[in-house]
């Protein structure tokens, strides 16, 4: 368990950095102590082991407080984005509590975390004696709310198996230990950077938190804090490079992490040039965990699989299928989920034969190889050529500087599929920035393409495209301008309508 690594490390290292976060310090020692305070008054809510807590508090330290002394006490925990609010009362309804630091209407369990509630507890006395842990193994850990690989909103158990395979994982890859220095830019809902916090602070290492969507603050606080490692989405690293500073050099021993999108040579190199050393590119699921690890450039983007992982490519019929032949990928590890929760039509769509289907698809070269070409229901199908929007963006942003970019295709009246991008240019910028990309694109040999000005690319709370809303987006641009634009696509009946994945 978690508190007792940290009971270990306020022994040994009471005075040493647990976490840097919204200019504050604090050390092993006095996590310890704050976690005893947060555990005793938990306690005193009277939720029942096996019982559900939702947390959302924008101060990082007390938020990861309230999920520890949960999980003292056998309460499962899920965590809201600090810019959620009643929009998420229906989900809040599954719940037994929820701890916000705004009011939120929900029909069950509600505690306002207040200034003068948190300051009655960390003001209070330490309870004298460690906390005691013994729990059941089989109740769940953590909830967590999925839908980058099934197209829905979806809600799946964590349970403390899984966890320990995830961080067995992350050690094997990352060794952190106390001289490690993590720089964390991604929220308590990404549980793969939930569990990188967790394993450093066991190791006894630094936690250097940057709040949700500040890469702006990234560079200042590089250069105060030189972390050993720091984990960014692929979007974010783009914001980073854009926000440099000129001049400024790269940070000697530091490596990047990024996960949940694709990362493109050309994105990698700016990386390796201005940022960082080394470069880690991860594929994973939260239902399957930690798949695939890249950390070589090459022009063919392949991972290799990480040990405990099998993973296979089937085609329709799930028949496997020979090497450099694309195909659906399937996955099978000890990180593997047991199913969604209240929804046995998707657990018999995406589990069979202890296998896992996430969506994507995928190439196997050679001996655990693996190149992902994205989801399947978001390549793009251009003449009978698939290409993933991933690749095809940064691919695009390598050749002109944008605020931001999104790619998709919809197919014309004779049934070939064309390429739209929705461009956002950077601030400052004039709209010859938009010639000056369908010069660029024009050399990538894509077809028929088209350029469409956009106030914003949509995305998820974890920056992830929003591929539904961005067609709806491009498309109401178009026939602004364009209505008889509309008689010469075809679009599938769900194409523009329905709702996105949060």
């Known amino acids: 368990m978690t508190p007792q690594y940290l009971a270990f490390h306020a022994a040994e290292r009471p005075d040493a950095i647990a976490l840097i976060a919204q200019g504050r310090e604090i050390s092993f020692g006095q996590f310890d102590q704050d976690l005893r305070k947060v555990h005793r008054a938990l306690q005193s809510l ?56 705004t009011p939120i209407a929900v029909p069950t369990g509600f505690h306002l975390i207040t200034a003068e509630w948190k300051a009655a507890i960390l003001d209070g006395p330490t309870p004298a004696e460690p906390i005691a842990v013994d729990i059941d193994q089989t109740l769940p850990l953590r909830i967590l709310r999925t839908s980058g690989t099934t197209g829905v909103p979806k809600r799946l158990h964590s349970m403390r198996p899984v966890r320990s395979a995830w961080l067995e994982t992350i050690q094997w890859f990352l060794p952190f230990g106390i001289d490690t220095r993590l720089m964390m830019t991604l929220p308590f809902t990404v549980e793969g950077a939930y569990f990188a916090m967790t394993q450093c602070l066991r190791s006894g290492g630094t936690v250097i938190g940057v709040p949700f969507n500040q890469t702006s603050s990234i560079p200042s606080l590089l250069q105060r804090h030189r972390p050993t490692y720091m984990l960014l989405l692929p979007v974010q690293l783009k914001q980073l490079l854009d926000e440099l500073p000129p001049g400024l050099g790269k940070w000697a021993g530091l490596t990047l992490v990024t996960f949940g999108g694709a990362l493109g040579n050309e994105l990698r190199a700016a990386a390796i040039q201005h940022v960082a050393d080394r470069l880690f590119d991860v594929y994973g699921t939260n239902e399957a965990g930690i798949v695939s690890l890249r950390r070589a450039a090459g022009p063919d983007g392949v991972g290799i699989m990480v040990p405990g992982v099998h993973v296979e490519l089937v085609d329709e019929e799930d028949r496997p299928l020979p090497e450099g032949q694309a195909g659906r990928i399937r996955i099978r590890g000890r990180a593997t989920f047991h199913g969604y929760l209240d929804d046995p039509a998707a657990n018999q769509r ?38 993933g929007p991933d690749s095809l963006e940064d691919r695009v942003r390598s050749l002109v500087s944008l605020g931001d970019i999104g790619a998709c295709s919809m197919r014309n009246t004779a049934g070939v599929g064309e390429v739209y991008l929705g461009v956002v240019k950077r601030a400052g910028d004039d709209d010859t920035v938009y010639s000056h990309l369908l010069q660029a694109v ?40 364009d209505p008889g634009w509309r008689s010469r696509v075809m679009l599938d009946p769900d194409e523009l309508a329905g709702e996105d994945p949060a």
């Open 46 to 101: 009277g939720r029942p082991a096996g019982s559900s807590a939702a947390v959302r508090c924008v101060d990082i330290y007390f938020h990861w407080l309230l999920l520890l002394g949960f999980e003292c006490l056998a309460v499962t925990t899920v965590s809201l984005d600090d810019r959620e609010g009643d929009e998420a009362a229906p989900f809040l309804a599954t719940i037994d509590l929820t701890l916000s630091d």
């Open 350 to 387: 995406m589990i069979r034969g202890g296998w896992f289907y996430p969506g994507d698809v995928g190439i196997l070269r050679g001996d655990r190889r693996l190149k992902i070409l994205g989801r399947g229901d978001e390549l793009l199908n251009i003449g009978g050529v698939k290409i």
């Open 442 to 481: 024009g050399t990538l040999g894509l077809g028929v393409f088209y350029v469409v000005k956009l106030d914003r690319v949509p995305r998820n709370p974890n920056g992830k495209i929003r591929r539904k809303q961005l067609k709806r987006a491009i498309a109401d641009e178009i026939l602004r301008h």
